[in-house]
């Protein structure tokens, strides 16, 4: 999900950082850390959410056990309440073995949120817009074994229980001809695999990396529809003659029987296609293609210029390369963990919408890198 705090809150969290609580085992000579935690109070304005107000907690360590070539684990938690009545409780977290030889990845939530609709398609107007809210839990669970030094096979779990209880009257979702404008429930299992070649988990600067998930959704398994929705992302990374990285990602996906709205194929957000809002544009079928350079700046600062290209359509015989949307930016990086190479990112960014000529920024503060 989507998220817009001000940018002086990155500002503010680098300096309450500082007062970090922190344990070290008596048996690590190195002085590495094995436990941090760091929050902080938000507050913002946006379209989406009016003025918002909350706080920001993450941390990460190592299980009981842990030796320092291991990855440490992470959680973090965002909780917000808005101007437009909306509840935003947000807990996604990795948690890694002691020898790293399984990995359960996920995140758990409850919203109460006005999402905007746009349509359905890579072509629509900004005047084609419209709100509405809608009430939902949230799980997504990965758990992944190991079973080589670079290949991890799994499971997924998917499950929102979404339920509508505000639209637009003289809107598209009111015509009550587009699957799942009612609500509904989505619960889906299926296979997952990654092969992961990368240094490092959090910030790597050399390596390959594969994901695939398959998710399959079914009354059988409790859900309102059925549909697959099967997405794959590749990464990879290269490291220049001044330590910089380049840092290149390509991921795509597509949706199987008749998918509800809400879990379409979705272009933007935080981490794809930066600048548009999350699900500005939706469809059955979706590619995008970015690239990032990320360079040292002082201290625990770093910096990043990024852009990407993507689009969504009806099928793969359908998308339109001319099309797609051109996106870019800037970020500045805070190693909250410089050890493990964990870091607070604030991106700014956008795309220029042809039909209006305007420049529409977003603004993201997210722990850990975008791909």
């Known amino acids: 999900m989507k998220s817009c705090f001000l940018v002086t809150l990155f500002i503010l969290f680098t300096t ?3 007062a970090q609580a922190d344990t070290t085992s008596k048996k690590d000579t190195t002085k590495t850390k094995n436990f941090r935690i760091a929050g902080y109070p938000t507050a913002s304005f946006s379209t989406e959410t009016s003025w918002a107000v909350g706080g920001y907690v993450a941390t ?3 299980l009981k056990g842990q030796g320092l070539e291991t990855t440490p684990s992470q959680v973090s938690f965002t909780g917000q309440y808005t101007g437009l009545r909306q509840i935003i409780l947000y807990l996604p977290f990795q948690f890694f073995s002691k020898n790293d030889d399984f990995l359960l990845k996920g995140e758990l939530g409850y919203f109460s949120y006005f999402y905007r609709f746009f349509g359905v398609g890579n072509e629509l107007p900004l005047t084609n817009d419209e709100f509405y809210k809608v ?7 990965y758990p992944l074994k190991r079973i080589n030094k670079t290949t991890l096979i799994g499971a997924n779990y998917a499950y929102d229980g979404f339920d509508i209880v505000e639209i637009d009257s003289n809107g598209l979702l009111a015509k009550d001809s587009l699957v799942g404008s009612n609500g509904g429930i989505l619960s889906g299992i299926g296979p997952s695999f990654r092969y992961d070649s990368r240094d490092n988990f959090y910030f790597p600067t050399k390596g390959l990396y594969f994901d695939f998930n398959a998710t399959f959704h079914a009354p059988l398994l409790g859900a309102t529809f059925n549909y697959g929705k099967i997405e794959y992302d590749v990464a990879t990374y290269v490291e220049d003659k001044v330590k910089n ?3 290149f990602n390509y991921y795509g996906g597509f949706n199987t029987g008749i998918p509800p ?3 379409m194929m979705e272009l933007g957000g935080s981490r794809r296609s930066r600048g548009i809002f999350r699900g500005r544009y939706r469809d059955r079928v979706i590619q995008v293609v970015q690239a990032e350079y990320r360079y040292d700046i002082w201290w625990r600062f770093g910096g990043v210029a990024f ?3 993507g689009g969504v359509g009806s099928s793969f015989g359908k998308l339109q390369l001319n099309n797609f949307k051109f996106n870019y930016g800037v970020g500045l990086r805070y190693a909250i963990d410089p050890a493990a190479k964990i870091n607070l990112r604030l991106d700014v960014a956008g795309f220029d919408y042809a039909p209006s000529g305007k420049w529409l920024p977003g603004i993201y503060v997210v722990l850990g890198e975008a791909f």
């Open 135 to 141: 009430n939902f839990p949230r799980v997504r669970l």
């Open 16 to 18: 309450v950082v500082s």
């Open 245 to 247: 990285v380049w840092a």
């Open 60 to 62: 990460t360590f190592r």
């Open 261 to 263: 709205l809400n879990d």
């Open 307 to 309: 852009a990407s290209y």
